[in-house]
């Protein structure tokens, strides 16, 4: 999952600045940050579960709350351009 939502935040990045439409790159920015949202959760959970150390725990937690947030409000965007 992690390498997944990864290769397609950089699909949509890429995708982004090759359009010229504003609109569209609003719609594909909105979708770049659901898929880098992902990735963040899901980095966030590999240090939650794998690693029990206190700066893991912390920094599991700070992605994981950052990854929600990205998901939600880019999810909120992307229904709004769409």
Not at 25 to 51: C, D, E, H, S, T
Request: aromatic fraction near 18%; glycine fraction near 8%; hydrophobic fraction near 55%.
């Amino acid at each position: 999952i992690i390498v997944v939502s990864l290769a397609f935040y950089l699909f949509y990045k890429i995708k982004y600045f090759r359009t010229k439409m504003p609109i569209e790159k609003r719609w594909i920015q909105m979708k770049g940050n659901i898929a880098l949202g992902i990735f963040l959760v899901a980095f966030a959970l590999n240090l939650l579960i794998m690693n029990r150390s206190t700066v893991d725990l912390v920094i599991g937690g700070l992605f994981l709350v950052l990854g929600v947030a990205n998901v939600i409000l880019g999810y909120r965007a992307y229904r709004y351009y769409t």
